[in-house]
């Protein structure tokens, strides 16, 4: 008979495009039908038929407190009272922003948007402003949201303007897109030495989480850092993930790197639909209506979402703790792993810092895309089905971060490499 989930999936392949509302979403690369999620809490999902899964996407990376956090949806329940949406501003909005720029180093302005994506899209915009120059180098393997100069890996060599990697968007929207290696900061000096008085910006997910993940190498961040400041350019953080992850500071406090702006999104909003992008005042003065880069949001700054993720912003500030130990459990989780396969002799790589970490299929270290690309996908799919057989849930992709939250408990994750350990053994 067909599952809940199987049904649920056929009806939605009929009314929308494949059947999910993001890509990521779909487990299709993995051979399976993705599990329609009924309700969460703490480390787990349940599913439209009855089962409960052990959690490691936590919604792609907002769920740093685990699912359904008293103290979030308690805040959710009472804002909702006070009705949804005013398209006005609030008391909420400005104790958000004065508690991230007083927390925050280098953020002394930010703005409120909905999601990851428009907050890298207005941030590329206002340091285009700013410095008055079109030009932006991103790196091959990260991610910054779906707007169309972003769209870009750009395959072939990094002296080559972006070719648009995604079907209805004009090269002229990408031909200003540079693509560099990641830890590789030659690409990155060969572009500005190319391109000395054009690059607006330099954008880099400071660790890189979307090609599963990827660390800074020693000198990367600091690198780009100094980079920037010798041509002038902007060096934008995409701290869409690592922001209030790796530490209330984000990747700037975790690496001592100082970014112009950062983009924030998923833990901001604490899974309400929320992004923001801040930095330095005199590019953010730059923005309307204070400045002419024009950026506007109908939703923004919603006053539900904002007492959403003032909640879990708040409880991340007053807790410390919180992360010091998501860190160590996270040191301790990733490097047992390595273990597990140092046992089996199997050459693969494990990649983490804090609580972000990846299991490679692949023999070399990973150190960018390429390296990242030569894993081997189809063993990851049965990875990905072994596991989730035995109800534990992974991200339906060898590209994606394992995401630990404060919920999971060093039982839970025992377990997990108890299975994992069984899995090594068999391939
Ligand atoms: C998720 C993500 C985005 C896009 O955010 P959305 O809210 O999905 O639009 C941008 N940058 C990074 C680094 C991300 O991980």
Same mark, same amino acid.
């Given at each position: ?11 939605? #392949? ?28 703490? $480390? ?26 008293? $103290? ?7 804002? #909702? ?10 008391? =909420?909005?400005?104790? /958000?922003?004065?508690?991230? #720029? ?5 953020? +002394? ?14 941030? /590329?915009?206002?340091?285009?402003? =700013? ?10 393997? #990260? ?51 190319? &391109? ?78 929320? *992004? ?17 880069? =024009? ?29 010091? +130990? ?30 972000? *970490?990846?299991?490679? &299929? @692949?023999?070399?270290?990973? @150190? ?37 939250? $404060? ?6 994750? +025992? ?11 068999? /391939?």
């Amino acid at each position: 008979m067909m599952s809940r989930s199987e049904a649920l999936f056929q009806r939605a #392949c009929r009314v929308i495009p494949g059947g999910v509302n993001s890509p990521v979403r779909a487990f299709g690369s993995v051979g399976e039908t993705p599990r329609f999620i009924r309700s969460a809490n703490g $480390a787990y999902l349940t599913d439209a038929d009855g089962v409960e899964y052990l959690d490691f996407v936590g919604s792609w990376g907002p769920m740093i407190l685990g699912h359904n956090h008293p $103290a979030v949806r308690e805040a959710v329940q009472k804002a #909702c009272e006070g009705g949804l949406s005013y398209g006005a501003a609030t008391e =909420y909005e400005v104790q /958000i922003a004065e508690l991230i #720029c007083s927390e925050v180093p280098n953020i +002394e302005m930010i703005r409120m948007v909905n999601s990851g994506t428009e907050a890298v899209m207005s941030a /590329i915009r206002a340091a285009r402003g =700013y410095t008055g120059r079109d030009k932006i180098v991103k790196f091959m393997g #990260c991610y910054h949201g779906h707007s169309d100069a972003l769209l870009v890996q750009a395959g072939s060599g990094v002296m080559t303007a972006g070719v648009p990697d995604s079907a209805g968007v004009p090269a002229g929207c990408t031909k200003d897109t540079l693509s560099a290696v990641y830890n590789d900061l030659g690409s990155v000096e060969k572009l500005f030495a190319e &391109f000395p008085e054009e690059i607006a910006a330099v954008i880099v997910e400071p660790v890189a989480a979307n090609m599963g993940v990827v660390p800074p190498e020693e000198g990367f961040l600091q690198g780009l850092r100094s980079l920037c400041t010798r041509y002038g350019a902007v060096l934008i953080f995409d701290e869409v993930i690592t922001g209030f992850r790796l530490g209330f500071t984000g990747a700037q406090g975790y690496f001592g790197v100082d970014a112009d702006l950062v983009t924030y999104g998923k833990i901001i909003g604490a899974g309400m639909p929320v *992004g923001a992008y801040g930095g330095k005042r005199e590019i953010l003065s730059l923005v309307a209506p204070s400045g002419p880069v =024009y950026q506007a949001g109908t939703l923004s700054g919603n006053p539900v979402a904002m007492q959403a993720g003032m909640a879990q912003l708040k409880l991340l500030r007053e807790h410390p703790e919180i992360y010091t +130990e998501l860190n160590r459990k996270g040191d301790w989780f990733f490097e047992e792993l390595k273990k597990a396969l140092k046992e089996c002799s199997l050459p693969y790589q494990v990649n983490h810092v804090g609580s972000l *970490g990846s299991l490679f &299929f @692949t023999g070399g270290p990973v @150190t960018d895309y390429a390296s990242a690309k030569t894993s081997d996908t189809a063993l990851f799919a049965s990875w990905f089905r072994y596991m989730l057989g035995k109800q534990i849930y992974f991200a339906p992709s060898q590209f994606e971060a394992i995401f630990l939250s $404060a919920a999971h408990t060093r039982e839970e994750l +025992e377990q997990v490499l108890e299975l994992g350990r069984e899995f090594l053994k068999r /391939i």
